[in-house]
């Protein structure tokens, strides 16, 4: 079951990357693994500044700011 929510997170939270970076889209599989690398990204950021999230809604979040990075420093290399 936590799989399942992980990849619904990473889902959300690339969706809602693309939204905010105004980017054409990836289409599920593209936003699941867009919203899985971020959730990294953001939690190792999160960290380093000292957050932690604990709850559904801080995990989103997370997972999203991290897929912003993710997409603003691809679009910087390309």
């Known amino acids: ?16 990357a693309g939204q905010i970076t105004q980017g054409a889209g990836f289409g599920i599989l593209g936003n699941i693994v867009v919203g ?11 960290s ?6 604990w709850n559904l809604l801080g995990s989103i979040v997370t997972a999203t700011v991290g897929a912003v990075i993710l997409l603003y420093i691809v679009r910087l290399v390309s």
Do not use: Q
Request: proline share 0%; glycine share 18%.
């Open 1 to 16: 079951m936590n799989v399942i929510i992980f990849l619904l997170i990473g889902a959300l939270a690339g969706w809602l």
């Open 36 to 46: 899985v690398v971020g959730s990294f990204i953001g939690g190792f950021a999160f």
């Open 48 to 53: 380093l500044l000292g957050f932690t999230t």
